[in-house]
């Protein structure tokens, strides 16, 4: 782990001279394995596709997020049958972890699960263990149909966080609950997650992906669940102490250039030292990282706003 975040302190030095500012690391990236694009309309992409792209982009890490989630959303068309769901989940993970350890100076890897599933527990346990996985967990909401409006759901959340927090494992989170089954959101599901689910997992790094949205910045609830937050952060609420917010896909999709003003106004509140770059995965009409880096620069942030978010670097990179 040190290794990592000595090289990317050389790294970031020599990119000083840049003719533009560029990530240190990319805090929100996936692979694609042929087993999800065959399941999809992804293209697959391997470690070697993603150093390339992050190559081309002259960013120099990148935090890889498993995409084994994917194989318990119950509202996904192929979903596999119950007695296959767990084998694929651990496939995916293992070969994330595989693809990673071909890059061990450039990529970190996080494992990943639908945090309801029956299994979740027992996967956990068993990344904690893998030398490739033990620094992080990813949970998808959106994509799990987790609920925080649901009593169970949120207990089960509980569970979980405080595993990964036994495990020492750092936690990424899709906050944002499913767009498709028109989930309900907003600031009473950012509050339960504050009171309800954070405080299970104290002692760990906790990263909301897309400033707690699901890309863009259309959506008017995501600002609204935003604002709990802000709100906690100007209060200097103890419990957001090792929290910290990914801009991935928020720059470059939808009508976010309408809302640049605002998404530079909440990064500001927030702090910018709390503020991780990431681009999401390169596929299915996301942007490369080079693309996505484009679209950031054109928030109306200050050059040193992005200088130190551009060389920001994660508790669990230290």
């Known amino acids: 782990m040190r290794f990592l975040f000595l090289a990317a302190l050389v790294a970031w030095t020599s990119l000083q001279s840049a003719p533009a500012p560029v990530a240190l690391v990319d805090y929100h990236q996936h692979l694609f394995s042929p087993s999800i694009a065959a399941a999809g309309t992804f293209t697959a992409i391997d470690a070697e596709r993603l150093v390339a792209l992050l190559d081309e982009a ?6 890889v997020l498993s995409l084994a989630y994917s194989y318990g959303n119950p509202n996904r068309p192929t979903r596999p049958l119950p007695d296959r769901e767990y084998a694929l989940v ?25 945090p309801l599933r029956p ?11 893998d030398p490739g996985l033990r620094r992080g967990l990813k949970m998808h909401f959106g994509n799990s149909d987790v609920r925080l409006d649901d009593a169970a759901h949120v207990a089960r959340l509980r569970e979980v966080f405080a595993a990964a927090n036994r495990h020492h494992m750092a936690i990424v989170v899709h906050m944002r609950s499913t767009l ?31 400033l707690a949205g699901a890309g ?44 640049a003003t605002r998404i530079a106004e909440r990064i500001r509140a927030i702090g910018v030292t709390r503020i991780l770059y990431g681009s999401d995965g390169a596929g299915a009409g996301n942007l490369t990282p080079a693309e996505a880096w484009k679209a950031f620069t054109d928030l109306p942030l200050t050059d040193d706003e992005r200088r130190i978010i551009a060389a920001n670097v994660a508790p669990y990179l230290r």
Do not use: M
Not at 180 to 204: E, H, I, M, T, W
């Open 216 to 259: 863009g910045y259309d959506d008017p609830l995501v600002d609204e669940a935003l604002g709990v937050f802000v709100e906690a952060i100007a209060k200097d609420d103890p419990r957001l102490r090792r929290v910290y917010f990914d801009v991935s896909g928020v720059a470059g999709l939808g009508e976010w250039r309408g809302k």
């Open 58 to 63: 002259g960013i120099k890490h990148a935090l």
């Open 180 to 210: 498709s089954q028109k989930r309900p959101y907003g600031a009473a599901s950012a509050r339960a997650f504050l009171n309800d689910v954070l405080p299970a997992a104290p002692d760990v790094p906790v990263q909301i992906a897309h």
């Open 90 to 114: 651990k496939a995916e993970n293992d070969w994330t972890s595989a693809q990673v350890a071909r890059y061990p100076g450039r990529l970190v890897a996080f494992c990943s699960v639908n």
């Open 119 to 129: 299994y979740a527990l027992d996967e956990i346990t068993r990344c904690a263990a």
